[in-house]
């Protein structure tokens, strides 16, 4: 599947329109004229976004996010393969609307983050820091040491708001994704899928 079949995963606030990853492309704004820009969907209160833990009558809404956005379950990443039904996952709710996900897997000493994906009509709300931030207690909670990411070299949205919460670039794997992919894929603003991005945070 090519970029461009992909489901819309952002907001143009430009154009007012839900764009697929191809359609995407950075634009250096100042943050104050950031601040200007037209929303998808009215802002949603703060105190009416909430997260809940995904038990198993709640596996369909955890499958439609992925699927939504990944077109698959499993993903492949730290050289295995996580499937979302083992992960824990962690749902995120704007007033009822379902709005994101989180999914992880914990062992001893880190957290893995598996998925992270928020609805392009409630991005930009915080609710991606607030998954994030939601992750980093857990593993506080449950002694870990390290909380890891992996994502891809296109994938500017995601590296920015991982720095922004505190992880640091720990490893790049050159080609790691197109190897497996067995293919090239064009990804975000049609910057070629080809490198795992690893990205950790101590917690
Ligand atoms: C990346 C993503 C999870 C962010 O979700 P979100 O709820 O909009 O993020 P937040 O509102 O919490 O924003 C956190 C930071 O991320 C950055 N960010 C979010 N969306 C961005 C975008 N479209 N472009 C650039 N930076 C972006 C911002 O710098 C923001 O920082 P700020 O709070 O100082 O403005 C969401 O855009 C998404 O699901 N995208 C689709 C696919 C994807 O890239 N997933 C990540 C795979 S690992």
Redesign the pocket.
């Known amino acids: 599947m090519g970029a461009s079949d992909r489901n819309p995963?952002?907001?143009c606030p430009l154009r007012d329109r839900y764009i697929n990853?191809g359609e995407?492309d950075?634009l250096v704004v100042s943050?104050e004229a950031?601040e200007d820009h037209a929303k998808p969907e009215e802002a949603i209160a703060e105190s009416n976004i909430t997260l809940k833990r995904a038990y198993e009558q709640d596996m369909d809404d955890v499958r439609e996010v992925v699927e939504y956005?990944w077109d698959e379950t499993e993903f492949y990443c730290f050289d295995q393969t996580f499937k979302v039904e083992e992960c824990t996952n962690i749902l995120a709710y704007a007033e009822d609307d379902l709005a994101?996900l989180l999914s992880y897997k914990r062992n001893d000493q880190t957290l893995h983050?598996v998925?992270?994906?928020?609805?392009?009509e409630?991005?930009?709300?915080?609710?991606?820091?607030?998954?994030?931030r939601e992750a980093i207690e857990i593993a506080d909670k449950n002694r870990c040491e390290t909380v890891k990411?992996?994502?891809t070299n296109d994938?500017?949205?995601?590296i920015?708001?991982?720095q922004?919460?505190g992880f640091r670039l720990s490893e790049i794997l050159p080609g790691a994704v197109a190897k497996h992919h067995g293919e090239e894929l064009p990804g975000?603003a049609g910057i070629p899928v080809l490198d795992e991005i690893r990205l950790e945070r101590p917690v």
């Open positions: 995963q952002f907001y990853v995407a950075i943050t950031k956005f994101g983050i998925v992270l994906n928020v609805y392009p409630h991005q930009g709300q915080g609710i991606a820091r607030k998954l994030i990411v992996a994502t994938d500017i949205p995601a920015c708001v991982y922004k919460m975000f």
